[in-house]
């Protein structure tokens, strides 16, 4: 069964309007008209998941070093709006948790990328997916992917059901399509900038949907679509819909 999956996926919820992976970039996602947003999640260092995309704190909070040597209770204190624009200081870091219970309350769809600190591929999917059960009965709006195998064979075992996608590098691996088979993903998730229209074709030979990151640019956008592509993950919602689907 395929997923019923919108063209427009929001990344990190609207990353050029607001401070990406914080529950304030889901709203402005949601308020742009988006119904799937695409969320990273981490764990701290005592294994809370959070909605974080770097490895470090550095780049997207007034914290410095490794998200994973940081416990819940210290990440508490720091803030993640700043560096984005002042309008947005004192926002905090979301847990999976918050984060999910805005997807519901603006009856939105989620792509969760596990996005595993190194080392921690099987911890980050365990503890997700064992939060996630707990609130989560929606399977036809979620998808769960992963860069990590590690990750998605964990997702594949604890929660076989729900859908998964494989994230694919810019330059992928040869032996994508058997990975891709022994995961039993239903979507390949792939370098929309960089992908020709012959590795699009060998994926649909596949038959397996196509979704593209990362695409702010509405001519890529229209040519994605012609070739194939399903959906798109964009951090600018509306220069991709204005593209996409107003006349020209
Ligand atoms: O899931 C699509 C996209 O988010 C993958 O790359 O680095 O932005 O998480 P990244
Ligand atoms: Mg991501």
Known sequence: MPLKIPTIIGHRG?????PENTLESIHTAADMGCKW??????LTKDMVPIIMHD??????TNGHGPVAEITYADLC????GSWFSESFSGIKIPTLEEAIEVILARDLGVNLEIKPCPGREKDTAEAMLDQLSQYWDDRDRLLI????????ETAA?????WYRGLLLEPEPMPN???LADYLEVTTINIDGNEATREFIEEILDTERQILAYTINDPQTALRLRQWGVDAMFTDDPDAINDGLFKPH
């Open 14 to 18: 609207a990353r050029n309007y607001a």
């Open 37 to 42: 947003v695409e969320l990273d999640v981490k």
């Open 55 to 60: 490895d470090d704190l550095d780049r997207t």
């Open 77 to 80: 204190n720091l803030e993640a």
């Open 145 to 152: 992917s992963s860069f990590s195998h590690v990750s998605l």
């Open 157 to 161: 075992e604890m929660a076989g059901d």
């Open 176 to 178: 994508w399509a058997e």
